[in-house]
Every structure is written in structure tokens, then in C-alpha cells.
């Protein structure tokens, strides 16, 4: 690893954003639709929030059928478990997508 990809990754963690969907993806994958919903953004911004996550490899893509799913990557990283631990728990964000109806089960 090299000093342009540790400082990428930085970069990629300076938003708050992008702070919360890594939140959100210490529970469990999730996809756009998913993330759409708990954060109230539109599906073009969180494709973008995503795609630079993936580009510094923070983030990991699943395909299974018409749908990805997103969960943590970072293993590159040695200082990137620590990140997540500091990171705010947001299982009930979660939760409540699923109680209200609104978590969209992608299979």
C-alpha cells in the first residue's frame, strides 16, 4: 500500500455520508435501494457515495441476480477496523426499516 491509496482512503472517509453507509453496512449488506431509504437521498447520490467507497476499496459488491448488495471491505487497510469501531451503531436504523415495511428483501 502507498501513500496516494492511504490518502485516498482518507478522503473517501471525510464524509460524513460516506461515514453513515459504512455505519449502516457494519450490520449487515445492504443495497442501493436500502440505503436509499434509511438516508433519504436520492439513488444517483448514493450510487456515487458508493462507487468511491468501491474505488478505495472500503466497500465490496455481491451480485445475485438483478440485484448487488453492498458489505465492508477495507481488509487492505490495517488502521480500517478501528475506523468502524469508532463508527455509531445504527442497527436501529435499520430495524426500523424493516418494522415499517419499508426494507425491500432484494432476492
Given at each position: 500500500?502507498?501513500?496516494?491509496?492511504?490518502?485516498?482512503?482518507h478522503?473517501?472517509?471525510?464524509?460524513?455520508?460516506?461515514?453513515?453507509?459504512?455505519?449502516?453496512?457494519?450490520?449487515?449488506?445492504?443495497?442501493?435501494?436500502?440505503?436509499?431509504?434509511?438516508?433519504?437521498?436520492?439513488?444517483?447520490?448514493?450510487s456515487?457515495?458508493?462507487?468511491?467507497?468501491?474505488?478505495?476499496?472500503?466497500?465490496?459488491?455481491?451480485?445475485?441476480?438483478?440485484?448487488?448488495?453492498?458489505?465492508?471491505?477495507?481488509?487492505?487497510?490495517?488502521?480500517?477496523?478501528?475506523?468502524?469501531d469508532?463508527?455509531?451503531?445504527?442497527?436501529n436504523?435499520?430495524?426500523?426499516?424493516?418494522?415499517?415495511?419499508?426494507?425491500?428483501?432484494?432476492?
Amino acid at each position: 500500500m502507498n501513500l496516494e491509496q492511504i490518502a485516498e482512503c482518507h478522503k473517501s472517509l471525510g464524509d460524513k455520508t460516506r461515514l453513515r453507509i459504512l455505519s449502516l453496512l457494519k450490520v449487515e449488506e445492504l443495497c442501493v435501494c436500502e440505503l436509499v431509504e434509511i438516508l433519504q437521498m436520492t439513488q444517483p447520490a448514493i450510487s456515487q457515495h458508493i462507487r468511491k467507497l468501491k474505488n478505495t476499496k472500503l466497500v465490496k459488491e455481491r451480485r445475485q441476480g438483478q440485484w448487488i448488495f453492498y458489505s465492508l471491505d477495507g481488509s487492505i487497510y490495517p488502521f480500517f477496523q478501528s475506523i468502524l469501531d469508532t463508527l455509531p451503531d445504527m442497527k436501529n436504523e435499520i430495524e426500523e426499516l424493516k418494522k415499517s415495511g419499508r426494507k425491500v428483501f432484494c432476492n
